[in-house]
Each structure stands twice: as C-alpha cells, then as structure tokens.
C-alpha cells in the first residue's frame, strides 16, 4: 500500500523483492550515523573491569559487538580463535539469550584468559579505541552497523560476505568479507591479521573519512527528503493508487 518502502541495504532490497515485494518501491537508505556525537563517546571511561582486563595483557584486542543470539556467530570468532595459533584477547560486547551458551563455549575451549564477556556497554564508542580488529560473522545482518563505527575509528573489520554487509565492506579495500560459518577462512584470516597487521590497518587508513561521506546523517536525510519529490511509482493494473 506504500508508495515507497525504505531499507537500509541493498541485501534488504534482495531479499524483499524476492519474497513478492516489487522492485520499484523500495528504495535503499542507509543508516544515518551523527559522528561528533560517537566521537565524544568514544571519549568516555570504559568500566573499570573492562579497564582493567585491557591494561592487564598485551596481546592484540579482537572485539565484537552485537547481541548475544545465534545470528551473530560467536560461535565461529570462538572456534576461529581457538585455532588461530596466535595470541589474542578477545572483547565480546552485548547481551542476550545466548550468554550461557557462548560463556560454556569459553570454557570448553579453555579460553577463560583470553576472554572477557563485557556485557552490555551502552554506548560502545569507547571500546573501539583499543581495538585491533573487529569481527561480525554474522548470519543474518541487515546492515552492519558496528562496522561502520569501527570504520570510523580506523579499525579493521572482518565480516560475513552476506545480508546488507557488503553495502559497507569492500573486500580487500577497506576491509575483509569472509564466507558465512567457515570456520577454516575465519581461522586462516585471523591467523594473517596477527601475523601481518600492516596491511589490514592500511586498508582503513582513509576508512574514516569514507565512511563520513556515505553514512552522515546529513547524506541520510538528503536522501529521504528526495524519495518526497521522486514520482511515485506507476500502479499496478487493477489496483488502485492512494
């Protein structure tokens, strides 16, 4: 019944239009993002366990943020890591109904030392400032938006080549898109990230400025208030225009 449906990526696009919705309607807007705000957050103090756990080791800080559900693919940064060969610390940031499961995979592979379940941080700016890499194995993910954040701070990403990801990762430009549940890909490209990180920060070295130029909330707005002035789209034989 709408003249235009907006979606934030063109994997939401896909998958809309295959499910019946028709092409013309849906236009593609993603997600404003207000930078000056994120950058004063990132300034903020971390909580002091938080805090402490970063300052207490050395090794690189591989972070995710998300919530805690199956979709994210905790599971494959755990399995991944596991048999990466390297050191890490490993930051998972969120909430969810899969804590205890996630928290059980942590002990089952022994990696309660190298792994810190912060729970909820709201916001989160502030845990990009001692990143190293961010991960998003996600299954299921309709834009991404962690990427972008991390982007912004200048840190590398990895994600699932899949749903609205892609909109924002180009591969080996300003990031790494790997195969959904492939735990072999994840493991060998994390494996190169601690091994050879020069290349991976290179790749983000403009990725600020990037991702400013695309996902301002000024880009954002501009586009919707020119989906006002686009003509609707022509009706459909036997059914009526509103």
């Known amino acids: 019944m709408a003249d235009q449906v907006v979606v934030p990526s063109s994997g939401m696009k896909r998958a809309m239009v295959a499910g019946g919705c028709r092409d013309e309607k849906?236009?593609?807007?993603?997600?404003?993002?207000?930078?000056?705000?994120?950058?004063?957050?990132?300034?903020?103090p971390l909580p002091v366990s938080v805090q402490c756990w970063l300052?207490?080791?050395?090794?690189?800080?591989?972070?995710?943020?998300?919530?805690?559900?199956?979709?994210?693919?905790?599971?494959?940064?755990?399995?991944?890591?596991?048999q990466s060969g390297h050191a890490?610390?490993?930051?998972?940031?969120?909430?969810?109904?899969?804590?205890?499961?996630?928290?059980?995979?942590?002990?089952?592979?022994?990696?309660?030392?190298?792994?810190?379940?912060?729970?909820?941080?709201?916001?989160?700016?502030?845990?990009?400032?001692?990143?190293?890499?961010?991960?998003m194995p996600s299954r299921n993910e309709s834009f991404g938006m962690a990427l972008v954040e991390a982007m912004y701070f200048g840190v590398p990403v990895m994600a699932s080549d899949m749903g609205g990801i892609p909109d924002v990762i180009r591969h080996?430009?300003?990031?790494?898109?790997?195969?959904?549940?492939d735990v072999a890909a994840w493991q060998n490209a994390i494996a190169d990230f601690l091994m050879h990180p020069a290349p991976y920060r290179q790749r983000v070295r403009h990725a600020s400025d990037d991702v400013m130029l695309r996902y301002s909330i000024d880009a954002c707005v501009k586009k919707i208030i020119a989906l006002a002035y686009k003509e609707p789209p022509p009706a459909v034989a036997g059914v009526a225009t509103p």
């Open 26 to 44: 849906i236009e593609v807007v993603a997600p404003g993002f207000d930078f000056a705000t994120l950058h004063a957050q990132s300034e903020r």
């Open 172 to 181: 080996q430009e300003n990031g790494v898109l790997l195969p959904c549940d």
């Open 55 to 82: 300052e207490a080791g050395t090794s690189p800080v591989i972070v995710q943020v998300g919530m805690l559900r199956g979709e994210k693919g905790h599971d494959t940064s755990l399995a991944a890591l596991k």
């Open 88 to 135: 890490f610390r490993y930051l998972i940031v969120g909430d969810g109904p899969e804590y205890k499961v996630i928290n059980a995979m942590i002990a089952r592979y022994g990696l309660q030392d190298n792994v810190l379940m912060a729970g909820k941080l709201f916001p989160a700016a502030a845990v990009y400032q001692h990143a190293d890499l961010v991960l």
